[in-house]
């Protein structure tokens, strides 16, 4: 059973960057390191949406359109740790991040494909 936490949200200026963390447990390295692993928002009143994704060994990077060029995924498997770059922050990138884990290969965009989730992060884009 993996656990994941999220961390490093808060109140942005528009334009400005966050960089969220998501440190894994209860699994071992090896197993975490060829999981999948993707990052979810959801903002009031809206859906889940897919944000980006990883496939375990990282030749694979599915992003959503709203915020490529802008947020980026990586991971440190020593760590355990996913990490999710985000800059030139829009107030329309407000929302609950969540990251998720899939002991598939590659990364999908749909939330049904992660056995696993984190509680959250808020991050909130305003001046």
């Known amino acids: 059973q993996v656990q994941l936490v999220e961390s490093g949200g808060g109140l942005v200026q528009p334009g400005g960057s966050l960089r969220l963390s998501c440190a894994a447990s209860?699994?071992?390295?090896?197993?975490?390191?060829?999981?999948?692993v993707g990052w979810f928002r959801q903002a009031p009143g809206k859906e889940r949406e897919f944000v980006i994704g990883r496939s375990a060994s990282g030749d694979s990077t599915p992003t959503a359109d709203s915020v490529k060029g802008r947020f980026t995924i990586s991971r440190d498997n020593v760590k355990n740790t996913v990490y999710l770059q985000m800059n030139s922050l829009k107030p329309e990138d407000t929302a609950v991040y969540f990251c998720?884990?899939?002991?598939?290969?590659?990364?999908?965009?749909?939330?049904?494909?992660?056995?696993?989730w984190g509680q959250g992060t808020q991050v909130t884009v305003s001046s």
């Open positions: 209860g699994g071992s390295a090896r197993t975490f390191s060829t999981y999948a």
């Open positions: 998720a884990a899939s002991p598939r290969y590659y990364a999908h965009s749909y939330a049904s494909t992660y056995d696993y």
